[in-house]
């Protein structure tokens, strides 16, 4: 079964879906588009209006797809509600997958966490009180962690689309990733970087990751290779069909597997989506064709703090156009 075939399975599955999805959203794109910068750029301000005209054609949001936000979460523990207060967990990464109804595909627009974004800030209630700018990230850290952060995360990825409505979203703790993991038997990689300089026993070259191994490879950034997201993006992409291929043996060796990893990782989600909706989008999608993951262009800029990451506005409108958008 080709990697893509196994991946449209797993979004079908329900809450199973959500570690291969949430360790794909680099995509093969990113470290082609990355360009370094030593001074620093001010973005200009992005349009969120319903409409977008071009060459004087007017585009309107696209009725014909239907949107589902997958969302990782920089948390290890299963999910639990914090104080609004304080400060919750990152999001370590977001896409977002279209189903086209009219081209009968499913596409992922991946967006780097580090990316530079005007967001909604939340009160003790979880009302909106403000604007923050800053990286996308930071969108699910307000909040109580659950609910309420999950959809500033939201709102925050649909302000940067134009506007574009999202229909539901998934999250995952990153901490599941080892218990995923180890329940599929173990995941065989292709190991690039090299992780000994961050005092990691993980070698080059193919080497199936048990234990906090899986995470690490995910997870970690700081002090292996160049230390940068777009280079852990792709150990996620990486890691993605690995444990695609992992997945597809369980899966041949019991129907019934995927139920019992949700089941192993179920404590570690969020969603706004019922058994019913899955059930019912497994359904209605079931023959689509998986066609790619793309992610916008932009520039790594050296912030006070950290890494930011400028989105080239030019490439998010071209994918914008392309995904999300039709001339009426």
């Not at 800053?134 to 999950?150: D, M, P, R, T, V």
């Not at 520039?299 to 703090?305: I, R």
């Amino acid at each position: 079964m080709e990697n893509s075939k196994i991946l449209k399975k797993l979004v079908f599955a329900g809450a199973g879906l959500i570690l291969l999805i949430a360790t794909i959203f680099g995509g093969l794109h990113i470290l082609e588009s990355t360009v370094f910068l030593n001074d620093e750029e001010q973005p200009s301000e992005i349009s969120s209006s319903k409409t977008v005209e071009k060459d004087e054609i007017k585009y309107f949001p696209r009725q014909d797809i239907t949107t589902l936000l997958l969302i990782g979460v920089d948390e290890d523990g299963p999910v639990e509600e914090k104080d609004p207060n304080e400060s919750s967990a990152y999001a370590d990464a977001a896409a977002l997958l279209v189903f086209d109804e009219k081209n009968k595909t499913i596409n992922a627009i991946a967006l780097n966490r580090d990316s530079m974004v005007e967001m909604t800030m939340l009160d003790e209630n979880g009302r909106r009180k403000g604007t923050f700018f800053g990286q996308l990230a930071f969108s699910h850290s307000f909040g109580n962690g659950l609910e309420e952060s999950c959809e500033n995360t939201l709102w925050t990825v649909s302000d940067l689309l134009y506007g574009t409505e999202i229909d539901y979203y998934i999250s995952m703790n990153m901490g599941a990733i080892t218990i995923a993991n180890d329940f599929v038997g173990g995941v065989t990689v292709n190991v690039k970087d090299d992780f000994s300089e961050a005092g990691y026993d993980i070698p080059k070259g193919e080497y199936t990751l048990l234990g906090e191994d899986a995470e690490t490879f995910v997870r970690l950034r700081r002090g292996i290779g160049d230390s940068l997201n777009t280079s852990r993006m792709e150990r996620q992409r990486e890691y993605a069909f690995g444990f695609a291929d992992a997945i597809e043996a369980k899966t041949d060796e019991n129907s019934l597997f995927i139920v019992d990893l949700y089941q192993e990782i179920s404590d570690y989600i969020v969603t706004d989506c019922s058994v019913e909706i899955l059930s019912s989008l497994a359904e209605k999608f079931e023959n689509y064709e998986f066609m790619d993951v793309v992610s916008p262009k932009g520039e790594y800029v050296l912030g006070e703090k950290f890494m930011e990451f400028y989105i080239d506005e030019e490439d998010l409108d071209r994918i914008i156009m392309e995904y999300l958008y039709a001339p009426k």
